[in-house]
């Protein structure tokens, strides 16, 4: 059974830094693209983050480019997304995703979200 | 970055259809793929259509997707009280190199 397990979310000041994990187990890690997906209270979904199978290639939301770092430990089957300068409007859940293949391709396994929250 | 535009809300009565429209661009809906998630509140999204119109084991054939030119529509048949959910559309743009979502579509079964 595929699971994906969302870590590291919680209350940080305008400015700060967060770390977000993701562990995967159930499929073969290292054979499909990850993202990070989130979602505002009340509000939408918005894609945040890709990475490639191989860790090579990342993709970025216009509004997190130069702040957030998606990377993966592939020996570990981890995905990480490390946010710096956060802003008000980063608070939402994230959510770690599977694709179904090599990026760019859907998201089909979601983990149950993390909540991060921006505020002083 | 909501660039797929769908209606905020729909609404049927059980045993009913009903169909939810995706307008998007040449960039992203004429181009590439578009997927369906459905979100029951509280809950995390769950894939039900991918490459237009695939849908992935264990959905049932009640729901549908198509597109044409720059637009998708996903297709509910025999509405059941389960189906009240939100549902996007999302698909990949060669223009921003992201994944754009739809605003969402507020499904009620009345």
């Known amino acids: 059974e595929v699971q994906l397990l969302e870590s590291g979310g919680g209350l940080v000041q305008p400015g700060g830094y967060l770390r977000l994990s993701c562990a995967g187990s159930?499929?073969?890690?290292?054979?499909?693209?990850m993202a990070w997906v989130r979602q505002a209270p009340g509000k939408g979904l918005e894609w945040v983050a890709s990475?490639?199978?191989?860790?090579?290639?990342?993709y970025f939301t216009r509004s997190v480019e130069g702040r957030f770092t998606i990377a993966r430990d592939n020996s570990k089957s981890t995905l990480s997304l490390v946010m710096l300068y956060v802003r008000a409007e980063d608070t939402a859940i994230y959510y770690c995703?599977?694709?179904?293949?090599?990026?760019?391709?859907?998201?089909?396994?979601w983990g149950q979200g993390t909540l991060v929250t921006v505020s002083s | 970055q909501s660039v797929l535009t769908q209606p905020p809300s729909a609404s049927e009565t059980p045993g009913q259809s009903v169909t939810i429209s995706c307008s998007g661009k040449r960039s992203n809906i004429r181009s590439n793929p578009v997927s369906w998630y459905q979100q029951v509140p509280g809950t995390a999204p769950r894939l039900i259509i991918y490459d237009d119109n695939e849908r992935p084991s264990g959905v049932p054939d009640r729901f549908s997707g198509s597109k044409s030119g720059t637009s998708a529509s996903l297709a509910i048949s025999g509405l059941q009280s389960e189906d009240e959910a939100d549902y996007y559309c999302?698909?990949?743009?060669?223009?921003?190199?992201?994944?754009?979502f739809g605003v969402g579509t507020r499904l009620t079964v009345l």
């Open positions: 995703a599977k694709t179904t293949g090599a990026s760019p391709r859907p998201f089909d396994y």
């Open positions: 999302a698909a990949w743009d060669d223009d921003l190199h992201g994944w754009v």
């Open positions: 990475i490639s199978r191989d860790g090579d290639s990342t």
């Open positions: 159930g499929f073969n890690f290292n054979t499909y693209a």
